[in-house]
C-alpha cells in the first residue's frame, strides 16, 4: 500500500511517510538525551528537598530558641509527661483501665463449675444424689 502511495504522489518524501502512519527514524542520540534530562530532574529534586531541609532547620532552631527562653515544651514533650501522669494517677485508682485478662483465667465454664460445687457442698445428702445422678 505504500508503494501505491508513494507512486500516487510521485515519490513521497520520509516526512509524507511518517504523516501517513509509517515509522519514524529513531534519533540515535535520543537515550542519552533522555538519560541526561532524567538526571537533571532528579539533581533538581534533590537540591530542592536539600534547600527545604535547611530551611526546616533554621526554622527548628529559631522555634528552640523561643522555647527555651519562655520554657515552653515541644507537644511530644507534652503528650508524654501527659501520658505517664495519667498512668501513674490511675494506678491506684478504681477507675484504671483495664487491664487484659490472661488465657485462661476467668473461663466461664469454670466459674460456672464452680459455683456449682459450692452450691452443691452445701445441700443435704438426698439432694446432693439427686443432682449427682444426672
Given amino acids: 500500500m ?10 513521497a518524501t520520509k516526512d509524507m511517510g511518517k ?5 519514524e527514524e529513531k534519533d540515535p542520540d535520543a537515550e542519552r538525551k533522555e538519560e541526561e534530562r532524567q538526571e537533571a530532574l532528579r539533581q533538581q529534586e534533590e537540591e530542592r528537598k536539600a534547600k527545604y531541609a535547611k530551611m526546616e532547620a533554621e526554622r527548628e532552631s529559631l ?11 515541644k507537644k511530644e514533650e507534652k503528650e508524654a509527661e501527659a ?12 477507675t484504671r483501665p483495664k487491664k487484659a485478662i ?28 439427686m443432682f449427682n445422678k444426672k
Avoid at 2 to 11: I, P, S
Avoid at 85 to 92: D, F, L, T, V, W
Fill in 63 to 73: 522555634r528552640q530558641g523561643i522555647r527555651d527562653k519562655y520554657g515552653i515544651k
Fill in 102 to 129: 490472661p488465657a485462661g483465667c476467668g473461663n466461664e465454664e469454670e466459674e460456672e463449675e464452680s459455683i456449682v460445687d459450692t452450691v452443691m457442698k452445701f445441700l443435704p445428702g438426698p439432694l446432693q444424689d
Fill in 2 to 11: 505504500n508503494f501505491v502511495m508513494k507512486q500516487a504522489l510521485g515519490g
Fill in 83 to 94: 501520658q505517664a501522669a495519667m498512668e501513674q494517677a490511675s494506678e491506684g485508682s478504681l
Fill in 19 to 23: 504523516m501517513l502512519g509509517g515509522e
